[in-house]
Structures are given as C-alpha cells and as structure tokens.
C-alpha cells in the first residue's frame, strides 16, 4: 500500500491571500538577489587564494562539510523559531520571515509557485551580510593553515541561507531537477518523503530543510521542545500554534 503523502504533489498550485509586502521587503528581497550574485564570485576568488597544496584542500573540504552541516541545523532553528513564536504583525520578521512559513502549513503547495525574490530574497540579503563580513575578517585574522577551512565553512553557509529555501521548493515539486534527485537519492539532499514527517505530526518537529541530517539527533534529544521550555518558562515568550495562525488545519498523523 502506497503510504500517505502529506507534501502536496501533482497538484496545481493554490492561488494563496497573502498581503501585499511592503516596500522596504521588496527592495530588499531584489537587493539581496543581486547583492549575493555578486559577493560569490568574490568568495570564491578569495578562497582560492588561500590554496597552496594537498593540506588546504582537505581544510577547505573539512570546512564545507561542517559549513553545509551546520547550514542544516540553523535552517532547523530559523524554521522552529518562525513556526512556534511570534506572529505575522511581529515588527519586521513578521512580515519577511513569519507568514511565509505560516501560511505555507495551510498551503504547502504554493512554494512552488514563488519566484526567485520572494523565495530567497531574504536569505540571499543575509547571506551577502554574513559572507560580506566574515570573509574578509578570515584573511584577517585566520591563521594561513586554517583559513582555507574557514573559508570552506563560512562560504558554505553562506551559499547554503539561500539553498535552503530552495532546496524547501523542490522538495515540494513533482519531479526536482535531475541532479537534486541524484543528490537525494545520495542522502545529501533532504527528500519529500523525509520532510513529510514535518508536515504529517502538525509542524512541531523535522525542522532541518537542507540535509536533514539534524532531524533524528533533534527528535531524540527533544531539542526543540527543551528550547520552548526555557524560552517560555525562563523568558516569558509566548509560543504560537503555527497551524492555527492563519487559519490553516492540521494535518492527522499517519497511521501505524
């Protein structure tokens, strides 16, 4: 028996309400675009400046491994944290981080519909911030031995704010591209069948949209529950039912 899918796929794409964004996101979300089109191949230069033989390689492998890791694991914590607190009239994040991931639970489907601005304006705003920073502070200060695995994780990172939401789009189309399904089918890629897991237990855990590789050590350790812990009881910060948010249900979970 075919198992339940609760990734909407081989539908068309919902017409979603959504209030129009303001100004200033929309100015940033094209910024970010061409800001971070231009900070990579600067990266990338600067990187390869740092390459002096066998060892920097394998620092600069090291370090994109632990970049695209950690990638995955910020994407789970920027994802949770947008899910379980704040609202859509949060100042700033609301807007630009908040209703995005709220009203995608009542319409998983509609990523797919998004352009390049409005899926990865933001991330690529940040990432040009990060990268912009962080890149020169590296040939500042980084040791010549370790810059290159500096490099490999800082730029990775960088490159992977974006990827994630990316990556969260092709997860929810039928057929991703062809090198994506390869990259999935290798585990290095999160696939649908993984995240239905998000969607299937009402979006209170399987944050991680990259890799996915930090899903299971989070479920098992109860990371994102001891968080809501501290933060509620600690702080005083009110948690949100992401799902009811926007009017969206809950998705059952699966049977047995």
Do not use: K
Not at 30 to 51: D, K, N, S, T, Y
Request: aromatic share 10%; net charge negative.
């Amino acid at each position: 028996m075919e198992p339940t899918r609760y990734v909407e796929v081989g539908t068309a794409v919902p017409a979603v309400s959504r209030r129009t964004p303001p100004l200033w996101l929309y100015l940033l979300r094209r910024i970010g675009v061409v800001g971070f089109i231009a900070v990579v191949p600067w990266c990338l230069w600067v990187a390869w400046q740092a390459l002096s033989g066998l060892g920097s390689w394998i620092m600069l492998s090291i370090g994109m491994f632990l970049g695209y890791a950690l990638t995955d694991l910020l994407s789970g914590l920027v994802h949770w944290a947008s899910d379980r607190f704040g609202t859509v009239d949060t100042p700033l994040i609301g807007c630009a981080l908040i209703e995005p991931f709220r009203t995608h639970h009542g319409h998983p489907n509609a990523i797919t519909g998004e352009d390049i601005f409005e899926l990865n304006g933001l991330n690529c705003f940040i990432a040009t911030i990060v990268l912009g920073i962080c890149v020169p502070v590296i040939g500042q200060w980084a040791p010549d031995a370790w810059a290159p695995g500096a490099y490999g994780c800082v730029c990775m990172m960088g490159w992977g704010i974006p990827l994630a939401s990316q990556i969260h789009q092709w997860v929810h189309r039928d057929t991703p591209p062809t090198v994506i399904r390869i990259f999935q089918s290798w585990g290095l890629v999160i696939d649908a069948s993984a995240h239905d897991a998000h969607h299937a237990h009402g979006a209170v855990d399987d944050y991680c949209i990259v890799s996915g590789w930090w899903n299971a050590p989070c479920r098992s350790i109860g990371l994102y529950r001891r968080l809501e812990s501290v933060l509620v009881h600690r702080f005083g910060f009110q948690m949100t039912d992401d799902c009811a948010a926007l009017g969206a249900q809950r998705l059952p979970r699966p049977r047995d």
